[in-house]
């Protein structure tokens, strides 16, 4: 009888790819079920100060949309989204991605600031700085929530430089 062996690093891979595969249908899958509806929130006729014409069908009208649905899903997004991460195993891989960060880090798409926790703060010695952005004012104010309550004042702020900004494709809206 033959014992069969696992090559780790081909059993990592796999996983990988399995993650991979299993991320990318889901994202695939729930924007199909969604369309464009969410997206739809732009005025007929809106113009820019600029003198643009932004209506339904614009870039700016399509963005602002986005931005307004992750304005109103902020409260519930992280009860709305923890089992599907850990099903898909994205705690795990936040885990193992975001221990290896080091020197000036910039998080584009923060969100509610799922990530916070495993950048190891307040005494990251890899870290000098931490930047998280992101286009929904909401979103990121639960994330700066998550942030003073955690590490704030009697709670050891970071000994590092973390900032929150507010921005779109339009550009840099707040820095906190």
Do not use: H
Not at 98 to 103: D, P, T, V
Not at 105 to 116: C, F, I, K, P, Q
């Amino acid at each position: 009888m033959t014992q069969t062996t696992f090559n780790p690093r081909l059993l990592a891979a796999g996983g990988i790819v399995y993650v991979g595969m299993a991320t990318a249908t889901y994202v695939y899958l729930r924007a199909g079920a969604k369309g464009n509806e969410l997206c739809d929130q732009g005025n007929d006729d809106v113009t820019s100060p600029e003198g643009l014409n932004m209506n339904k069908d614009s870039r700016f009208s399509r963005e602002m949309g986005r931005e307004n649905t992750f304005d109103r899903l902020a409260d519930s997004y992280d009860s709305r989204i923890n089992l599907d991460e850990l099903v898909m195993g994205v705690k795990l891989l936040r885990w193992w991605l975001l221990r290896q960060a080091r020197g000036d880090v910039l998080e584009v798409s923060a969100g509610t600031g799922r990530n916070l926790n495993y950048y190891g703060l307040p005494q990251n010695g890899k870290l000098t700085s931490l930047t998280l952005t992101d286009a929904s004012r909401e979103m990121l104010l639960r994330a700066y929530e998550k942030y003073t309550t955690k590490f704030g004042s009697g709670n050891g702020f970071s000994s590092i430089p973390v900032n929150f900004m507010l921005v779109g494709w339009l550009g840099i809206f707040k820095n906190w």
